[in-house]
């Protein structure tokens, strides 16, 4: 990527603080709260200056408790406002789950559609930052499987600027994961909403040897092992999915059309993971078009591992060009 | 043997009663009465093994229908009528209910017989803005806010999930089966009403079995905390399903208030005036700022758990003979009798206005078709995804019509 000195650069702290700022100042009936989410500006810096900005009313802590940060955005709702809520870490938003599959995804089902969820809640989610157990979940999976919620993962600052302000505009709830070993990478270029919307995938490479598809921290890892691949003479096509919730099946048949092979890549556990969804939406929709089976490259049928053995547990560049390889190189 | 220095319940019951004997003087004439500590074991389900010192529910009319005192809980005649006539038509519809189910008109269904004071009471002394946050057993909330009882029962013919069709009008949230959950619902909206600066509270039905879960601490602890306008209304009604009170809890459920740091009230659900009363002086916090109340209601449920529930596998006859005898409605009706503020041609009338009117209702629940088929997917998304939308138009298709 080349670097122009005259251009801003955010890092994606910087573009979500900048989304939320412009929500809270655009719309009075927006809300943010979570634990540590005033003064600290939560515990990756995302609300910083939010709440001296905009006061204890719009910007608030709350106790430790996710399960009622989650029901509590019900209630918001209910009463008019637009909740923006952040659950500390992915580990720690399980107890909200309850309330989330039970209760915001399902209340505009309940209620016939006379109870609008305009409700986003943000979860820092993901490993790779050498934390401790439970702060490297990859939660997608339970979410993506509950109707009624949109689920979105955004890949590099810009993105998430935009991916989160669409969110926050969205009517229906909305599960924003966001990689934390993503947050303080920087990007350049303008913070705009323009572009594509949720639920339409990203191509970021052209190739046609192979479609690697990924969403999250794992898309740049997919762009390294594009990048060796070509030095081998194997172009990529590398999609960042962005949202697993819509999921876009358009451009992901799309791309088994032009490369007629597919590597799917995400570091939660294989066993249900999103590849497995996406392998066989692909088996529906361009079966007649495949050359080599579906591949994936996830993390294992195991618990987060300690930082120390986090490396070997992530999909590696390595990993991820094995099974290109073994794709491209596949006969029947 | 508890210390004495748990005894917090009458002094919380009176701070209750001296806030609002400050504000509008609701309270003032319970005050005395609740620290009297009158006729309390009649309402304590388990008197032989509850332990000293927790205090008697606040009571203002005796089981036998005689009053303890001169009080005033600010309603008229008209209102304390009323709160027979709509206790009579809860009571006629419930068991309606129960019939409905066996013809098989309604799914499975949660009767609420001998709830009727703590549910009619307790809604009674809302306001029009007030926000009610049911479980599933409050059909008679339902009755006395005036939500149109064919849309509610539309949950229990299994048509659509909630209740009311627009829960935002009612004032009425969905009917809401996971247990406590509507509690954090309950203070989140209270919240938001505060952040508006309305003068409203909303109000969290939920049983004892309930203030067993987490969403009950988390919510309890919220509102104190944001010291929101909403009143947790716990109807102790003796049994989660198969499970006593002395199995699920060691100490009393409102002592629970202490520790969250705002007011908590026993009163006894039977008596629709002391619930009213109660009720009445939380609400009046609520909307002077003063936060959260925690009222639990002692009272029984005199049927099973549901229609699919068989409660002689662990109850005795005997237990359920005993809870009859206090009666709420028989017991109001005497109260009003021999108070001279209604006469038997009243409470004939009562009887049939219930009869008539449930008679409506029922007509209008038989009446009710399936909803269209399209309904499976109408109402999850407001933007629904690309793929959710093609397999909707899969489905229609394949059902051969469209628009199903």
Redesign the interface.
Known sequence: MTWDTAMPEFTMVAALNAALREALANDPRT?IFGEDVGELGGLFRVTEGLQREFGR?RVFN??I?E??I????????????R?IAEMQLDGFSY?AL??II??VA???????????MPIVIRIPSFGGIRGKEHHGESPETYLAHT??L?VVVPSSPLDAYRLLSLSIA???PVIFLEPKVRYSVKEQGELTVEGPAI?TARVLREGSACAVISYGAMVERCLEAAERLAGEGMECRVVDLRSL??????TITDSVLATGRAVVVHEAPRTLGMSAEIAARIMEEAFDHLEAPVMRVTGFDTPYPPASLEQYYLPSVDRICGAVRTTVTWVR | MIPARFSTGPGQVAQLAEHAAENRGVGSSILPLATQHMNGADAVPDEESSPPLIPPPVQLVAPDGTSAGDFDVGLDPEGLRELLRLMIRARRLDRECCSLQCEGELTVYPPFEGQEAAQVGSAFALGADDFVFPSFRELAVAIARGVDAVEYLRYHRGNWHGGPYDPIANRFAPICVPVATQIVHAVGWALGAKLDGKDACSIAYFGEGSASEGDFHEGANLAAVFRAPVILFCQNNGWAISVPLDEQTAAPIFRRADGYGFPGVRVDGNDVLAVYAVTKTAVERARAGDGPTLIEAVTYRIGPHTTSDDATRYRSEEEVARWRERDPIERYRRYLLGAGLADEAFVADCGSDAEEWVGEVRAGISSLGAPPASEVFDFVFAEPPATFARERDRFLDDLGHGDA
């Open positions: 809300l009313e709350t106790p408790a399960s009622g989650a029901g509590m955005c019900v209630g918001l709702a209910l009463a008019g406002w909740p107890p309850d309330q039970s209760h399902k209340y505009r089902e309940r209620t016939r559609g006379r109870a609008p109707a009624g949109k969205d009517p229906d639920g919730v819509p999921l876009d099946v358009e």
